[in-house]
């Protein structure tokens, strides 16, 4: 079974940078689009980036020119690079992908989440 593991996150000051991970492991053939959301107690989740089989990546307004996603398809892992954090920016992270597995059935799959706290 595929499972997703999010990692990377922690406490940092405003204006700092974290670096989240999403490592998908399982009989994957194929990993197709990967998306990053983010959630506060209290609140709807929310989207944060979008990153399709192939085009340009998808960001909400409220992270644009802040963060940047990337993958390494070989490691099967997808990175969340987050620049001049804002305490609003606090939530847990969670991933999401799109996956094709050996067996050739589809599904989404998600992690579990990893807790971003950004402090003034």
Do not use: H
Request: proline letters at 2%.
């Amino acid at each position: 079974q595929v499972q997703l593991v999010e990692s990377g996150g922690g406490l940092v000051q405003a204006g700092g940078s974290l670096r989240l991970s999403c490592a998908a492991s399982g009989s994957i053939y194929r990993t197709d689009a990967m998306v990053w959301f983010r959630q506060t107690q209290g609140k709807q989740r929310e989207l944060v980036a979008f990153m399709p089989t192939g085009g340009t990546t998808v960001y909400a307004d409220s992270v644009k020119g802040r963060f940047t996603v990337s993958r390494d398809n070989a490691k099967n892992t997808v990175y969340l690079q987050m620049d001049s954090l804002k305490p609003e920016d606090t939530a847990v992270y969670y991933c999401n992908a799109q996956i094709l597995l050996e067996t050739f059935r589809f599904g989404t799959y998600w992690g579990r989440g990893t807790q971003v706290t950004v402090s003034s």
